[in-house]
């Protein structure tokens, strides 16, 4: 089995139209139609742990998450990917 160890994160892609920021007299707005919102995962150790089982081998990945839905999206994603998860911890 192959593990990798490190950073584990996620951001959120857009997709849709965006105005440029205008100052009003009180404050900034923003005007924006977003079509389509997607939670990805990301950082190295994630990235080469979806690498090494895309080429079917056995690997697994070791980091921390919170315990909280991000948390929870997290690994989820990443057992879908068919990326073992035991090793991953959920803290505070």
């Excluded at 105005?19 to 009180?26: D, E, L």
């Excluded at 139609?33 to 895309?54: E, F, H, K, P, V």
């Amino acid at each position: 089995m192959r593990i990798s160890y490190g950073r584990i994160m996620y951001w959120f892609c857009c997709d849709g139209y965006y105005s440029k920021a205008h100052r009003t007299k009180n404050h900034w707005e923003e005007k924006q139609r977003i079509y389509s919102i997607q939670i990805q995962t990301g950082g190295d150790a994630a990235n080469q742990s979806i690498r090494l089982a895309d080429l079917g081998l056995d690997a697994a990945l070791a980091a921390c998450v919170g315990q909280d839905p991000n948390g929870s999206i997290l690994c989820s994603s990443l057992r879908a990917r068919g990326v073992r998860t035991e090793y991953i911890v959920s803290t505070n």
